[in-house]
């Protein structure tokens, strides 16, 4: 019976996502422990900022944060990231390499400060296909896909405390992390 009813709920949540998952591309690493029990805030049209607001909610509760992004996707992220950091918030990034580069010449200077700082790290990888941030709290860890349109833009948001959803977070996070090379300034 167990195993029927983890089936339903993960089916549930791919029916519940379908739409969003369309964005991705078809090739991409996912795994249905994401979704099961999943809550999905999605982009609407009297609420396109929804997705990266209650992500940016999220984020300014946590204790300790790994993330491989994809895209500036709010206005006040790097203010957001920098007054995290400086409170000594742990943090860990993955940057695709446009993404850095984009940082690193609108905010050189706030780029240099993180950089400098014991608890943050940014590695740089070639592309990204999604945001992936595992999130920390207290003894809770939550994992969230941030899912881009073609065009980089917000579609929504998936996220889950699950241990399969987190555990599949994990993994995805140390393959990026394994690859990627060291950001400088």
């Known amino acids: ?15 519940a996502a379908s739409n969003l998952l369309s964005a991705l591309d078809p090739g991409v690493e996912l795994d249905t422990a994401l979704l099961a029990g999943a809550e999905i805030v999605t982009q609407e049209p009297v609420a396109p900022h929804a997705p990266g607001t209650h992500l940016s909610e999220l984020i300014e509760a ?13 206005s ?14 742990e943090m860990e990034f ?3 390499t446009a993404l850095f580069e984009y940082v690193r010449s609108s905010r050189p200077d706030r780029l240099s400060q993180l950089l400098e700082l014991p608890n943050y ?15 920390e709290n207290g003894d809770e860890t939550r994992v969230c896909l941030l899912i881009y349109s073609p065009d980089n833009e917000t579609k929504g948001v998936i996220s889950n405390t ?18 990627a090379e060291p950001a400088t300034v």
Do not use: K
Request: glycine share 6%; aromatic share 10%; charged share 25%.
């Open 62 to 74: 946590v204790d300790r944060m790994s993330c491989v992004t994809c895209a500036h996707s709010h």
């Open 121 to 135: 790290e940014t590695r740089v990888v070639d592309e990204t296909p999604y945001g992936l941030f595992l999130l």
């Open 1 to 15: 019976m167990a195993e029927y009813e983890g089936f339903v709920d993960r089916l549930n949540g791919i029916l």
């Open 162 to 179: 699950s241990e399969e959803a987190v555990e599949w977070g994990e993994r995805v996070y140390r393959s990026y992390e394994s690859r």
């Open 94 to 96: 993955v940057f695709p």
């Open 76 to 89: 006040r992220a790097m203010e957001i990231v920098h007054s995290l950091a400086t409170d000594g918030v």
